[in-house]
Nanobody, 124 residues
Framework: QVQLVESGGGLVQAGGSLRLSCVASERTFSGYTMAWFRQAPGAGREFVAAITRTAVTTTYTDSVKGRFTISRDNAVSTMYLQMNSLKPEDTAVYYC?????????????????WGQGTQVTVSS
């Protein structure tokens, strides 16, 4: 059972930045595709970004391209999401997810493991 723990959320003004972290308990972290999703109140879980196991491939939803950067450090079993130029519409609970794979998906059910989420609130 892989455990994922997110941190780094908080309250920030529009235009500000935050960096989210997701630490995995799995020693073979480098074999897992990792992703970030978010869920705003009353909305479904939305794909944000994904990164393959060796970071060769990254992908983003259109609304965050150029503002968010996903990365990972396999040596410390941690994934990151650097979020710049934040907007009020980025307000949501952000979740990290993982699946042992060589590819990725934008669909939540594809992922096997999920963190508990971290709240990001962007004020206008």
């Amino acid at each position: 059972q892989v455990q994922l723990v997110e941190s780094g959320g908080g309250l920030v003004q529009a235009g500000g930045s935050l960096r989210l972290s997701c630490v995995a308990s799995e020693r073979t972290f480098s074999g897992y595709t990792m992703a970030w999703f978010r869920q705003a109140p009353g909305a479904g879980r939305e794909f944000v970004a994904a990164i393959t196991r060796t970071a060769v491939t990254t992908t983003y939803t259109d609304s965050v391209k150029g503002r968010f950067t996903i990365s990972r450090d396999n040596a410390v079993s941690t994934m990151y999401l650097q979020m710049n130029s934040l907007k009020p519409e980025d307000t949501a609970v952000y979740y990290c997810a993982s699946k042992r794979s060589t590819t990725f998906s934008r669909s939540p059910p594809w992922y096997d493991y999920w963190g508990q989420g971290t709240q990001v609130t962007v004020s206008s």
